[in-house]
T-cell receptor, first 113, second 112 residues
Framework: EPEVTQTPSHQVTQMGQEVILRCVPI?????FYWYRQILGQKVEFLVS????????KSEIFDDQFSVERPDGSNFTLKIRSTKLEDSAMYFC???????????FGPGTRLTVT | RKEVEQDPGPFNVPEGATVAFNCTYS??????FFWYRQDCRKEPKLLMS???SGNEDGRFTAQLNRASQYISLLIRDSKLSDSATYLC?????????????FGKGTKLSVKP
């Protein structure tokens, strides 16, 4: 499976600032996902995105989060007003050819200070 | 009850050993199951899907018992490069495409 790429690899931001995390570029895939993993904890589903719309979202994905595909290729996750507890690895994933298989990008480490 | 439960380990084994990981899941309607491996501070990587009939890929064998809601992974002839955290994953069918529910993982350390 081709790789999923993400930028930046590490983002440091101050509490209350907005951050945008990117999957770059993705084409010819129907489903995209964002997950997060707080250090030492399990990987948690945030949101799935299909045909330029949110397909499903978890309880974690509250009003401070949004996703979009602004130019038809980049897939972004925006956190509007970051909190200390948003510090985590954020993984973008794409659907695979097998039933419900998903392939993850290398992640963005977000550190909120 | 947690959705996907695994023994956290760590499992410390010598090279060449056989090691088995177990996992239970709570949603009896789950349809798809996977093992991922995750190296320290890296992304999860799909190791194998798990089917009811059981499946094997080289040194790795996965089994699924739907009645017991139990998934296993067997690694034979362990290599140093097998050292990682092994994640039991279940697909949850909330929408038109499942999202993945992860266990916390079982850490494996293979020693020379």
């Amino acid at each position: 499976e081709p790789e999923v790429t993400q930028t930046p690899s590490h983002q440091v931001t101050q509490m209350g600032q907005e951050v945008i995390l990117r999957c770059v570029p993705i084409s010819n895939h129907l489903y995209f996902y964002w997950y997060r993993q707080i250090l030492g904890q399990k990987v948690e589903f945030l949101v799935s995105f299909y045909n330029n719309e949110i397909s499903e979202k978890s309880e974690i994905f509250d009003d401070q989060f949004s996703v979009e595909r602004p130019d038809g290729s980049n897939f972004t996750l925006k956190i509007r007003s970051t909190k200390l507890e948003d510090s985590a690895m954020y993984f973008c994933a794409k659907s695979g050819t097998g039933a419900y298989e998903q392939y993850f990008g290398p992640g963005t480490r977000l550190t909120v200070t | 009850r947690k959705e996907v439960e695994q023994d956290p380990g760590p499992f410390n084994v010598p090279e060449g050993a056989t090691v088995a990981f177990n996992c239970t899941y709570s949603n009896s309607a789950s349809q798809s199951f996977f093992w991922y491996r995750q190296d320290c501070r890296k992304e999860p990587k799909l190791l194998m899907s798990v089917y009811s009939s059981g499946n094997e890929d080289g040194r790795f064998t996965a089994q699924l018992n739907r009645a017991s809601q139990y998934i296993s992974l067997l690694i034979r002839d362990s290599k140093l490069s097998d050292s990682a955290t092994y994640l039991c994953v279940v697909a949850n069918y909330g929408g038109s495409q499942g999202n993945l529910i992860f266990g916390k993982g079982t850490k494996l350390s293979v020693k020379p």
